[in-house]
């Protein structure tokens, strides 16, 4: 009974971490996307957010390095698509709420 409580709570927190890091890079992405490019239809802002996504995954080994048991050796297709999707959702609805209110940083 101890076994499985151990083993949910590990993998709600792993959950709750990359779900973190995958929302605030989206976040911080958006924001950085406002700052150096020039409107909605400038590539810049694309390649932040690829490199927003590319680096979560040694911020993730950075964190299990510390003593997050994040198991990243384990992710799978699911895990990495998961983590692009959330960072690529984050970045849209903040990029797009910045556009739309002309907010300049």
Excluded: N
Aim: charged fraction near 15%; charge should be negative; proline fraction near 1%.
């Amino acid at each position: 009974m101890a076994t499985d409580t151990a083993e949910r709570r590990v993998a709600h927190v792993r959950g709750v971490t990359v779900t973190t890091i995958a929302c605030l890079a989206g976040v911080a992405a958006a924001v950085v996307s406002s700052v150096v490019a020039d409107g909605a239809t400038d590539t810049l802002a694309v390649y932040v957010l690829a490199g927003a996504v590319i680096v979560q995954f040694p911020i993730l080994g950075l964190l299990e390095i510390v003593g997050i048991d994040l198991d990243i050796e384990d992710f799978g297709a699911k895990d990495y698509l998961y983590v692009a999707f959330m960072t690529f959702a984050l970045w849209f609805v903040c990029w797009a709420i910045l556009l739309s209110t002309g907010a300049s940083l």
